[in-house]
């Protein structure tokens, strides 16, 4: 017969002791402990609460007494009251007479504000009475909080068996599991060895004591099925050992920080989290496997995360009831139909301590917002304006604190919220991923959007103003300053020694200082085109050379030609190329060219070189000079507008030789059609075979 509990089926139970021989947990369950996993039985969950938070950072900033009754006020009303001013029965929903009233002694200590004006928040005795001219700060306590959660952070054991969720202000919940895994196989090296036969299902050894020390723990009454008689299982030692590492946590931040916390331990968050509020202040609730089903038919539903809203209203109105014990009743069929599938599915498992929630351990802050409700109204741009800049001051102080500075992390978005009346608008705008974050920056674009919702029109009078940043990404990482790549100090020296001599005079090493050279007279300008002169006009001898050369493969079988490492094919297979008269890019015959030679030797041309016509020379020329060509063109005519009597003789004087590869006049007929598309050949180049 199957146990109410899902671990008990493979458990057997010895009939002559009582008791079990082995445990009601496998080898499986063991391993699922070391990963963290949510399905675990043995997973332990802890929640640490501050208790009364704001009063306390008051207390520890001010020096106050423990036992003194204390009250954090903002304007005329209380938002934090300390333990030893509730047993007058004071409240967060009395105003500050009633609280003189009821507790004569109490001392009530506003909370740090933006003045209009200010840059920095700070405590103004006289807060309360400028409600409309100052802006609430909560930056002590997050300063506070940040303090908190390093010093939990640095108790427990580095990542990755750190799991740490900040949940608020002053909540945090931990993960232990993997930490009480380690400790576990420490205490009972029993555990540590393979399962037998190899089989992970194969149950646990049983745990080889029969009583636990609880300390001084709030221990939740066990089930009534349960008896303090039963063997302690591994899920009980599991549970012990969390609650020693909460209470050294609990103790560390008393000791560094002078804070008290209470504490729940149990095997989920949901557990967790109602057992943290059970004794308060500075306890902790432990509550074991074997006491779910007391500890939670204690409460009423609505205190459970998730059910306290809409759906705890929809939840009472159609079962008649608030009580965990009474909604217990209530099957499984009749809570899909009235809540439906999904709804009712979680709202069964919850309300039976089931919960599969992971602990986050991202605790990095998402968004930041910064607000103020106007009482009264304000009315004008200039108002506006005078609180967007608190507001940006107030949000890059906390970016400052998440390392926006050190470009550890940024927001990449700005938006502002904007009340008129019953009406909210929204505008957002991207922060510019070039430039640093500033506060200039921030500021720039805060104005920038209100004065979209200005031009839309009803801006006044404005009742509610909010600006935030979110979309946080991360820095780069592993990236260095300039610094990190220079030595300095003794290092340098070293290095120094180890390197020539960079002082020493030049003849110490048998060379002569290199002579410094003149600068020409001439610009750049000028020496490209003096270059190109030598590039495109060719001198007689070259053409003479060229023409020689042609002569000699006439008459002669040449193979096919080669370009570079590429094989052409042989002139005749592709003598026949397009002509278009209006293009630069198409290959022409010169116009003068006539006869039986020049028929012949063109057609051989085209088919070993793709030319190019120029109009501004009336010449054509080889197809991969085309660009140089016109880099020169436009060079030269730069020259002439810069100056334009100093180049004129010069341009006159050599006017075929700057042209480009004109052929001489003296040189006509057939030779001078044959050559006149030559060029000088360049670097890596070759003469082609024609033939």
């Known amino acids: 017969m199957s146990s109410s509990q899902p671990f008990l089926s493979s458990s057997p139970i010895s009939s002559s002791a009582g008791h079990r021989t082995k445990s009601r947990f496998t080898f499986k369950h063991l391993s699922q402990l070391a990963l963290s996993s949510t399905t675990s039985p043995l997973r332990v969950i802890a929640h640490i609460d501050l208790d009364a938070f704001y009063a306390q950072c008051e207390g520890v900033r001010l020096g106050i007494a423990e036992d003194q009754p204390l009250a954090v006020q903002q304007w005329q009303g209380?938002?934090?009251?300390?333990?030893?001013?509730?047993?007058?029965?004071?409240?967060?929903?009395?105003?500050?007479?009633?609280?003189?009233?009821?507790?004569?002694?109490?001392?009530?200590?506003?909370?740090?504000?933006?003045?209009?004006?200010?840059?920095?928040?700070?405590?103004?005795?006289?807060?309360?009475?400028?409600?409309?001219t100052h802006k609430v700060s909560l930056d002590p306590y997050r300063l506070e909080s940040r303090r908190i959660l390093a010093c939990i952070k640095d108790v427990l054991p580095p990542p990755p068996g750190q799991r740490v969720e900040k949940a608020?202000?002053?909540?945090?919940?931990?993960?232990?599991?993997?930490?009480?895994?380690?400790i576990l196989l420490e205490r009972y090296p029993e555990l540590s060895g393979p399962p037998p036969y190899d089989d992970p299902t194969e149950c646990l050894p049983q745990p080889p004591i029969t009583a636990l020390d609880w300390d001084t723990d709030a221990l939740v009454d066990l089930d009534n099925d349960e008896t303090e008689d039963d063997d302690p299982d591994w899920d009980d030692i599991a549970i012990l050992i969390g609650s020693e590492i909460v209470r050294s946590v609990r103790a560390a931040i008393r000791e560094r920080l002078k804070y008290t916390c209470s504490?729940?331990?149990?095997?989920?968050?949901?557990?967790?989290?109602?057992?943290s509020g059970h004794k308060k202040p500075n306890q902790q609730t432990i509550v074991r496997n074997r006491a779910v089903q007391q500890f939670m038919g204690g409460f009423k539903f609505?205190?459970?995360?998730?059910?306290?809203?809409?759906?705890?209203?929809?939840?009472?109105?159609?079962?008649?009831?608030?009580e965990v014990k009474e909604l217990l009743d209530v099957s499984l069929s009749q809570l899909k139909s009235k809540l439906g599938d999904d709804t009712g599915s979680w709202v069964y498992e919850i309300i039976r301590g089931d919960d599969t929630s992971?602990?986050?351990?991202?605790?990095?802050?998402?968004?930041?917002?910064?607000?103020?409700?106007?009482?009264?109204?304000?009315?004008?741009?200039?108002?506006?304006?005078?609180?967007?800049?608190i507001f940006v001051a107030d949000i890059f102080s906390r970016l400052v604190e998440e390392g926006v500075l050190e470009n550890k992390r940024r927001p990449k978005t700005v938006n502002l919220h904007h009340r008129q009346g019953g009406q909210m608008r929204s505008r957002q705008a991207p922060i510019p991923?070039?430039?640093?974050?500033?506060?200039?920056?921030?500021?720039?674009?805060?104005?920038?959007?209100?004065?979209q919702v200005i031009v839309d029109g009803r801006a006044w009078p404005c009742s509610n103003l909010q600006l935030s940043v979110g979309g946080f990404e991360e820095g780069p990482t592993g990236n260095r300053g300039i610094g990190g790549f220079l030595v300095r100090?003794?290092?340098?020296?070293?290095?120094?020694?180890?390197?020539?001599?960079?002082?020493?005079?030049?003849?110490?090493?048998?060379?002569?200082?290199?002579?410094?050279?003149?600068?020409?007279?001439?610009?750049?300008?000028?020496?490209?085109?003096?270059?190109?002169?030598?590039?495109?006009?060719?001198?007689?001898?070259?053409?003479?050379?060229?023409?020689?050369?042609l002569d000699q493969t006439k008459g002669s079988s040449s193979p096919p030609t080669t370009i570079g490492d590429v094989q052409q094919p042989d002139s005749h297979d592709n003598h026949n190329v397009p002509c278009?008269?209006?293009?630069?890019?198409?290959?022409?015959?010169?116009?003068?060219?006539?006869?039986?030679?020049?028929?012949?030797?063109?057609?051989m041309n085209r088919g070993a070189i793709d030319t190019y016509f120029c109009k501004d020379c009336n010449q054509s020329l080889p197809s991969h000079a085309k660009d140089e060509h016109q880099d020169w063109h436009f060079a030269r005519s730069i020259a002439s507008a810069e100056n334009p009597n100093g180049s004129r003789g010069a341009t006159t004087a050599g006017q075929a030789k700057l042209r480009g590869p004109v052929a001489p006049k003296k040189l006509g007929g057939s030779k001078a059609n044959a050559i006149h598309t030559q060029k000088k050949m360049e670097k890596g180049q070759s003469r082609l075979a024609f033939g």
């Open 489 to 549: 100090g003794d290092e340098a020296k070293a290095v120094k020694h180890l390197l020539p001599d960079s002082d020493a005079h030049p003849s110490d090493h048998g060379e002569s200082r290199p002579e410094k050279r003149l600068k020409s007279e001439h610009g750049a300008i000028q020496r490209f085109l003096s270059r190109n002169e030598t590039s495109h006009g060719e001198s007689e001898e070259d053409i003479s050379s060229a023409h020689s050369d």
């Open 78 to 132: 209380l938002i934090a009251i300390n333990y030893p001013a509730r047993k007058y029965g004071l409240t967060r929903f009395i105003t500050i007479n009633e609280a003189k009233k009821l507790c004569p002694d109490l001392i009530m200590q506003h909370v740090a504000t933006w003045r209009e004006g200010d840059t920095k928040w700070a405590y103004h005795e006289d807060a309360f009475a400028h409600i409309a």
């Open 302 to 322: 609505t205190k459970i995360r998730n059910l306290g809203g809409k759906l705890g209203e929809e939840v009472v109105s159609k079962f008649g009831t608030q």
């Open 263 to 275: 504490a729940g331990i149990a095997r989920n968050k949901m557990i967790a989290k109602l057992g």
């Open 168 to 182: 608020s202000v002053d909540e945090v919940f931990l993960d232990l599991s993997a930490q009480v895994h380690s």
């Open 580 to 603: 278009d008269p209006d293009s630069d890019d198409s290959t022409r015959p010169n116009a003068t060219d006539t006869g039986p030679a020049h028929t012949a030797t063109g057609a």
């Open 433 to 451: 991923s070039g430039r640093p974050v500033d506060e200039n920056v921030l500021f720039d674009i805060a104005k920038s959007l209100l004065g």
């Open 358 to 389: 992971e602990v986050n351990s991202r605790t990095q802050i998402k968004s930041m917002l910064s607000a103020k409700s106007f009482r009264p109204t304000i009315n004008s741009y200039e108002q506006a304006v005078k609180w967007l800049r």
